[in-house]
């Protein structure tokens, strides 16, 4: 079946970029070669979706993945991003943290004017966050893969999320290559096959996987993948950014929340989360760690900021 047949048979609605031209050889009807040589992305993550599947293949030229390979090879080990959450929530009692370091984004806009990566990252870090999101797409959030690199060689111990919008698994032997500790992995772009052979890539490269749903379905879809360990619930729709925490509470009630609980992974509830009642709500619903960007990113001091999301200090000391 055809990469998007496979897709909208699992119900994701993010179609992948269409072939520029008809395929090779191909001598259908002539308005079908019309209409996938110019639709258009329906919503902004198809957009995003679309975009990167372009970024990536010219990345890949100046990039080769035999050259990339070779380059893990030497690369120094990760950090362990999944132990340092659970930690975090056993020192603290709280859910562990992620904190994004992000500067703007397709919905809000410029969070920070000034904004200087490490020092966000060091604040962070001060601040008692287990891990680090650092998006690394620069077009729609103004991130980069420098920023990770900086934050990774400023000397910054927490583990580092690549935050990136990955369709291609060319995208985690580079992450791992920049200093990646951990990548995202979104459900509503990718199926599960893709999902499960980018899930045995990370385990091969030492990286960790944030899988990421937004809906019961895409939660269902990802149950049934043998070897996840971490799983975020975004309260923000990626197509629509309505954001609403009590997705989170909707998507670990019943059945899936026990099967959750049974095989004792991670949710991390991302998105929308600014008080230490919206901490203590989505804590209430079963996360044991949350990512958290606009709230604290946006602080004259990130530190305090986190002192302020939590209602107290859960920094490391
Ligand atoms: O800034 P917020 O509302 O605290 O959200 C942070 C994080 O959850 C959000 O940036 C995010 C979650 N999943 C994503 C996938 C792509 C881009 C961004 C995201």
Redesign the pocket.
Known sequence: MYQNEVAISQGIRIRRKPPSTAPLGYSGPFELRLHTADSSPTNILEEITWFKAQEVSRMKELNPLEALKKAVENAPPTRDFVGALRMAHQRTGFPALIA?V?KA?PSRGIFKENFDPVEIAQAYERGGAACL?V?TDQKF?KGGFENLEAIRSAGVKCPLLC?E?VVDAWQIYYARTKGADAV?L?AAILTDLEITYMLQLCKKLGLAALV?VHDEREMGRVLGIEGIELV?I?N?S?ETFI?DISNTKKLLEGEHGRQIREKDMIVVG????FTPDDIAYVQAAGVKAV?????IVKQSDPEKGIAGLFGRDISHA
């Open positions: 994004e992000k984004s999101s998006l959030f935050k919008f995202l979104i990421e975020g975004n923000r990626l954001v991302e998105s929308g989360l990512l958290v960007g606009e709230s």
